[in-house]
């Protein structure tokens, strides 16, 4: 059970009776004990996962330039790099 929290904030929002009516219906149908509590908790949960999507797309973009610059970029191989591939090199011949 989620702890009370000081709720000092209020939203206000106008909606078609058809829009109540199916709120109505699918808080009853949900189990939440208030109207506001089953509204909190399904904006709440939809909020959520358009952040965490957002984030993966976001980290996503970040991977693949990343990625891209790794491969594609014009830097040169570092000391342990080279080193290492004269390692390679000479156990493999």
Request: no cysteine; net charge positive.
């Given at each position: 059970?989620e702890a009370q929290l ?59 330039e990343v990625f891209f ?25």
């Amino acid at each position: 059970m989620e702890a009370q929290l000081s709720k000092d904030e209020r939203i206000e929002l106008r909606v078609s009776s058809t829009d109540k009516k199916i709120f109505r219906r699918a808080q009853k149908l949900s189990g939440d004990k208030s109207f506001s509590s089953f509204i909190v908790r399904i904006v709440k949960q939809q909020a959520e996962e358009i952040v965490a999507k957002n984030d993966r797309i976001i980290a996503t973009e970040k991977d693949r330039e990343v990625f891209f610059d790794a491969v594609f970029g014009n830097t040169k191989p570092n000391q342990n790099l080279v080193e290492a591939a004269k390692r390679y090199k000479s156990k493999k011949s």
